[in-house]
């Protein structure tokens, strides 16, 4: 498994921040495929303009900057020996559907994070394309909290992680390939046993649609001004984290009930939410001793605020197609419930915040707390790709 060619899909924070973190570990080639509106021109001309692009993580700097760019796949995928997509998880269909006739028969696709369901959607992609010797993998989380500061040329590392799980399909790579890229990402990457557990330990799934469900349920229609927009995870209160803990506890429920149904899958990295928290962010919580004081008082989380659209006037409402439900409902929670389907287990309170959040989103999932709404298709259920039975999921 030799990288000497990475290529970047996507020019967002993630992007961003990836690419100087790269350059200073990676001596190969970084493309950048960047299909999305006109940002492949502006890219180019910015670099062009700044040089390079800074990340700035307190007093540390890092610069770096792509070898290639293109709107077009043809251009900068044949050579590519690893493909990142770090993309919205509504994005990562339509990119691979353009990449994958160009892709190396032994590269290797990977999304960061894969959110839930990335699996089903990316190998049937790979199949319909005869792409089936690609290799896949996903990263449970982005391992950074970051913000673009001036597009193509700053980037803020808010927080970053202690480490992140990977997992991938074959699974024989996933060892291999966490070791590179520790190595790429100079970040502790832990190798997971199966992609399954990507799906059900997508914490996003938990603490965007269930922080936006505590913060605007019975205030949807309230204006705010601009300095009553509430703290996102800081602005979390007892009875919000209470639902997140709540979600987190029907998971572990449906992963204990799959792991009745085989004993020998290995689910053992599902985490309850504060423990993940814990776990990925011990040294910038100060007080751990609730779920809620976890959130509250975590640095890497500080100064994030609601999604919020402006009305004029100096108000404000709660933006709820914004990604914390556009992409963690249909492409986490959604997907869950779908598993949950199959497996036979109830989720109550999981439920409760999809039709709730749903309706903000003006979509229908659940119908009689089955997946029947018109727009189910639409999202990454295993269902959707010709997958209807438990052990299947078990088997990537
Ligand atoms: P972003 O919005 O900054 O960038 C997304 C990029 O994806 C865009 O620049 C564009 O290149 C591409 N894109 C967006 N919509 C597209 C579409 N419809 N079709 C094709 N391409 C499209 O996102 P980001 O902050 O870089 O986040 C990437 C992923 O990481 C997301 O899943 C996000 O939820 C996750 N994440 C981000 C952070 C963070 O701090 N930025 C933290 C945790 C997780």
Known sequence: ??????TICGGGNAAHTLIPILKNNFQGKINLFLPYKNEADCF???VREKKSIIAIKGEKKLYGRPDKISRFAKEVCPDADLILLLL????????LCQIASFLKEEAIVGAIPARSGFEYATLKILKDYRQEKVKIFGLQTLPWACRIREYASKVEILGEKRSVGLAAFPHKITFKLANILTRLFNLKIE?????????LANIGQILHPGIMYGLFKGNEGRRYRKEEIPLFYHGVTKETAQILEEMSNEILILTKEIQKKDKYIDLSNVFHVEDWLIN????????????QSCLVTNEAYRGIYAPMR???????LPD????????????????TKA???????????????ILMTSKWMGREYLVNRYLKGKDVKESRIPQNYGINCIEEIMSY
Do not use: C, W
Not at 88 to 95: D, L, M, R
């Open 320 to 335: 709820f197609q914004s990604r914390y439900l556009t992409e963690d409902v249909p492409y986490g929670l959604v997907v």
């Open 310 to 316: 402006e009305i004029g006037e100096g108000y404000f």
């Open 1 to 6: 498994m030799e990288i000497k060619t990475i």
């Open 339 to 353: 598993i949950a389907q199959l497996a036979e287990v109830k989720t109550f309170i999981i439920d409760e915040v």
């Open 191 to 199: 190798p997971l046993p199966n992609m399954l557990t990507l799906s």
């Open 44 to 46: 180019i001309r910015l």
């Open 88 to 95: 919205p998880a509504f994005a990562h269909e339509s990119t």
């Open 280 to 291: 990925s962010y011990r040294d910038s919580i100060q007080d751990k001793r609730s779920l």
